[in-house]
């Protein structure tokens, strides 16, 4: 598990085979992974679906009034908004997502609501509307006293420039697969730091910001959600796993893509993680500095994705 496999640098040529678990696997993105990871083991030791551990794993890091990146501590919008998106996806491809949820503590839960209680997949500014138990309560404050100090002081110029592997464009994404091979994913973030207002990136999107399929395996993202909706990066890693690729490589070739549609991304990251449906996993991403957790029965473990 200590590397994430190595890859052909010509068509034709023979993989090396990657990492792949032999039992329970759940990645996560960026550092704050780690702790969702064991949140997620925990509820699948004890008994709990790879959907509750998917969904309660993530919880973690929403309920994280320090991160800037995911829940209600994120960083607001231009017009001072803290606004959240989530998506949830389990092995038999059902989907609920959310987005422009204000106030809710778990927008991930309000996610796997509209998945379970409507016929839809996705709600936008959902909240009470999509019935009570899975939901947490609101909040009445809407900004955190350093997030609303900061947001004033990057009021004085408002210029909007992204960088990349900082908290202004990041998420927790989280793939997971328990003992028996099912799968289940989930995405959830307060979005870009000052994005504008109604703004909504590729994480609850199915397709852009995760992807499930039993069959196939299941990928999330994270960085930039433009760059990553464009080419519905999520679904191309999962096709492309079906399609024979190793997981690390078919995280590659969607940012690849990714980059051969755009002309300078120096800026900016965009990461993938994907677990296939025998097992085995990898990542990469656009730019160095790209890390995700992994937590195996051999323990929990932060590395750093290839990239290029």
């Given at each position: ?31 704050h ?6 949140k ?14 998917v969904?309660q ?10 991160n ?25 491809g ?24 409507t ?10 509307s ?61 979005g ?32 930039v ?28 070739e ?10 300078d991304?120096s ?21 160095q ?7 195996t ?12």
């Amino acid at each position: 598990m200590a590397g994430c496999g190595q890859r052909s640098e010509a068509a034709g040529k023979q993989l090396v085979p990657g990492p792949r678990a032999d039992g329970p696997l759940v990645l996560s993105t960026w550092d704050h992974g780690l702790p969702a990871n064991e949140k997620a083991w925990e509820v699948l030791q004890n008994g709990g679906s790879v959907l509750d551990a998917v969904e309660q794993g993530v919880m973690v890091v929403e309920s994280d009034f320090t991160n800037r990146s995911v829940g209600l501590g994120g960083n607001p919008d231009r017009d001072g908004h803290v606004t959240l998106d989530a998506c949830i996806q389990d092995h038999h491809g059902r989907a609920g997502a959310v987005a422009f949820v204000q106030r809710y503590e778990h927008p991930i839960s309000i996610a796997r609501a509209v998945m379970e209680r409507t016929p839809h997949v996705m709600l936008v500014g959902a909240g009470r509307s999509v019935g009570r138990g899975r939901m947490a309560s609101a909040h009445a404050s809407l900004i955190c006293p350093k997030v609303r100090a900061a947001w004033k002081e990057w009021l004085k110029t408002s210029d909007y420039a992204p960088v990349a592997n900082i908290e202004n464009h990041d998420t927790i994404g989280m793939v997971a697969m328990d003992a028996k091979g099912n799968l289940a994913g989930s995405c959830t973030t307060s979005g870009m730091a000052y994005k504008v207002h109604g703004r909504v990136g590729d994480s609850p999107i199915i397709g852009a910001g995760l992807f499930v399929d039993g069959e196939a395996g299941a990928a999330c993202a994270t960085g930039v959600g433009e760059l990553v909706i464009r080419t519905a990066g999520s679904h191309t890693v999962v096709e492309l796993m079906r399609q024979g690729m190793e997981p690390e490589e078919a995280c590659r070739e969607a940012v690849q893509r990714i980059r051969r549609k755009h002309k300078d991304l120096s800026k900016m990251q965009v990461g993938f993680l994907a677990i296939r449906a025998d097992g085995a996993f990898g990542a990469y991403g656009l730019q160095q500095g790209f890390t995700f957790a992994v937590r195996t029965a051999q323990g929990n473990n932060l590395l750093q994705a290839s990239h290029g």
